[in-house]
């Protein structure tokens, strides 16, 4: 149990189709980033958001669009999606004093057919 | 590109210390020296993170090199639940994203 709770836990789109993922963290976590991870492959900076406004973005289209709520909840949006998606998404999460590091989720596993 | 170089694996026995070793040679003055494993089917977990001095936690130790161009962390009792891929990462505090690599596969035998 590390605080941050990703939902759901695996989902299954088919192609083309819309995705929302969703996270929920810690009080006070004021940074949120999501990461997306292949089969085998170590995790891939999608974005980050800092008191509910982007500031980082990694090598993504901009299909994939997000959101972070005062709440310490955030979203992953993926339009259009390709088979390529198909991915463990992982939020992670920091608050502003913290000297140790992002806090992940278990993630989302997406599965585009 | 990440800018560490990592085992792709590993093998230890229950009950040995573990010593992961990652090279930096890139490393600028400002970017620390992470370490975050990711036990299967869950996220990456923070374990230790040096700027240039060793650093002990409860669950490792870090040792960074004089030059700081590599580092070792070292698990010293390591369990079967030690087994995990394990990233070093270099970075500024307070970036905006973890460059991960392909990590180390640890694998803590019986």
């Known amino acids: 149990e590390t605080g941050v709770t990703q939902s759901p836990t695996h989902l299954i789109k088919t192609r083309g189709q819309q995705v929302t993922l969703r996270c929920s963290s810690q009080?006070?976590?004021?940074?949120v980033s999501w990461y997306q991870q292949a089969l085998g492959q170590g995790p891939q900076f999608i974005f980050q958001?800092?008191?509910?406004?982007?500031?980082g973005r990694g090598n993504f289209p901009p299909r994939f669009s997000g959101l972070q709520f005062p709440n310490y909840s955030s979203e992953l949006n993926v339009n259009a999606l390709e088979l390529d998606d198909s991915a463990l998404y992982l939020c992670?999460?920091?608050?502003?004093?913290?000297?140790?590091?992002?806090?992940f989720g278990s993630g989302t596993r997406l599965t585009v057919v | 590109d990440a800018k560490t170089t990592q085992p792709t694996s590993m093998d230890c026995a229950e009950g040995r210390a573990a010593n992961l070793p990652c090279n930096h040679s890139?490393?600028?003055?400002?970017?620390?020296v992470y370490w975050y494993r990711q036990i299967h089917s869950q996220g990456p977990q923070y374990i230790i993170h040096?700027?240039?001095n060793n650093e002990t936690n409860e669950m490792a130790s870090l040792i960074i090199t004089e030059d700081r161009k590599s580092s070792t962390l070292i698990l010293p009792h390591a369990t079967l639940r030690d087994t995990a891929v394990y990233y070093c990462?270099?970075?500024?505090?307070?970036?905006?994203?973890?460059?991960f690599g392909q990590g180390t596969r640890l694998t803590i035998n019986p």
């Open positions: 992670a999460t920091k608050s502003d004093l913290a000297n140790y590091g992002y806090t």
């Open positions: 009080s006070g976590h004021n940074t």
């Open positions: 958001y800092y008191r509910e406004e982007e500031n």
């Open positions: 890139t490393i600028s003055g400002n970017e620390y």
């Open positions: 040096g700027l240039k």
């Open positions: 990462i270099v970075i500024i505090q307070g970036a905006q994203k973890l460059v």
